[in-house]
């Protein structure tokens, strides 16, 4: 099982960035998958989800109405689209796959892909 993650880079606050997870080793289209991020010093935490049974995205207060993720299941690969960005999304994001995003301990993770947001 593999699940490799890109697109971070640096951006200016109020830019855009898009992130990809390529998926392997599992029935991605029957997996629910996510993205998470790590803040220097601080946990980490749940940032969007995508429901494989019935396509429903979920988000996290402080991100919602700027992050979008989707899912692309002929490639295997999900997406979150950041707009907006500002200096508290800097982060290591990763992305995370289970039967359900509702299980304390997810399956599999990737890698991460840091994001730097300047102010």
């Known amino acids: 099982v593999q699940l490799q993650a890109s697109g971070g880079g640096l951006v200016q606050a109020g830019g855009s960035l898009r992130l990809s997870c390529v998926a392997s080793?599992?029935?991605?289209?029957?997996?629910?998958m996510g993205w998470f991020r790590r803040s220097p010093g601080m946990e980490r935490e749940f940032v969007a989800a995508?429901?494989?049974?019935?396509?429903?995205?979920f988000y996290a207060n402080s991100v919602k109405g700027r992050f979008t993720i989707s899912r692309d299941n002929t490639k295997k690969t999900v997406y979150l689209q950041m707009s907006s960005l500002k200096s508290e999304d800097t982060a290591v994001y990763y992305c995370?796959?289970?039967?359900?995003?509702?299980?304390?301990?997810?399956?599999?993770w990737g890698q991460g892909t840091l994001v730097t947001v300047s102010s």
């Open positions: 080793g599992f029935t991605f289209n029957e997996y629910d």
């Open positions: 995370a796959a289970d039967r359900s995003m509702t299980n304390v301990d997810l399956r599999y």
């Open positions: 995508n429901r494989w049974r019935d396509g429903g995205s």
